[in-house]
């Protein structure tokens, strides 16, 4: 019986480029405030909102709203759920790459 | 699926994460490295002062020290915009480390070995050591 191919294990969430790069930007914090995500991978408020709302649903992200004095901060983090997905993503990505 | 990449594609994808995570890294964690800075030299050289003043002036270094402390931890607390990961590690075995040599550094200098020089500077240097140190794996973190 043959091995399944590794792109079975690809998590389908994350094969979008938008949900990738916040994902493994969020992969290297604890927690990240939005505005700092949103100045790294130079997208608008309203597409980086949806797409981690729709990380959210999925349970890989965490979304924490707060406020510093009278202004709103919204922080973001990878669940552990989510972290174990991002390694099996990679892990998966890296073993198409080494076919 | 809405990509089935090539092995060319899974490679580029794979440099672009590692990318990803390593300008995250580098812009993060600043705060908290400039927060151990601060509490190194506070600490260290409030340690000094204890050892120095006139008796009746003794809990003016130790209110300074953490006046400091206390004002660097909230700004910490309050404006850092990313932490990095494993920060909550790191940061948990600084603070120890940097907890239980002050006390042992207030503790020596009024009751194990007042007036003694060497005491001093050993104990001002481990401060100044284990707060740059944490400041270091902090930013290589």
Redesign the interface.
């Known amino acids: 019986m043959s091995e399944e191919h590794p792109r079975h294990q690809l998590l389908d969430a994350l094969t979008h480029p938008v949900r990738f790069s916040l994902v493994a930007a969020l992969n290297a914090t604890e927690s990240v405030e939005f505005g700092v995500v949103h100045d790294q991978l130079q997208i608008t408020d309203s597409v980086l909102s949806r797409q981690a709302a729709q990380l959210e649903e999925l349970g890989i992200v965490a979304i924490r709203k707060g406020y510093i004095g009278k202004r709103p901060r919204t922080w973001l983090s990878l669940t552990p759920d989510g972290r174990a997905q991002w390694a099996r993503h990679l892990a998966a990505l890296q073993a198409i790459a080494d076919m | 699926?809405?990509?089935?990449?090539?092995?060319e594609r899974?490679?580029e994808?794979?440099e672009?994460?590692a990318r990803?995570?390593?300008?995250?890294?580098a812009?993060?964690s600043w705060p908290q490295i400039a927060g151990l800075f601060g509490l190194g030299a506070a600490s260290s050289l409030g340690l000094v002062a204890l050892a120095y003043v006139p008796h009746e002036l003794i809990a003016l270094p130790l209110v300074l020290v953490f006046v400091w402390v206390g004002a660097l931890f909230a700004f910490i607390a309050?404006?850092s915009?990313?932490?990095?990961?494993?920060?909550?590690r790191r940061w948990t075995a600084t603070i120890l480390a940097w907890g239980v040599l002050w006390v042992a550094g207030v503790c020596g200098i009024y009751w194990w070995f007042p007036g003694q020089v060497w005491f001093l500077v050993a104990a001002s240097t481990a401060l100044t050591v284990v707060t740059l140190l944490g400041a270091w794996l902090e930013a290589r973190g």
């Open positions: 699926m809405s990509e089935q990449p090539t092995p899974a490679r994808l794979l672009q994460a990803t995570d390593s300008t995250t890294r812009g993060s309050l404006f915009r990313a932490i990095k990961r494993g920060f909550g």
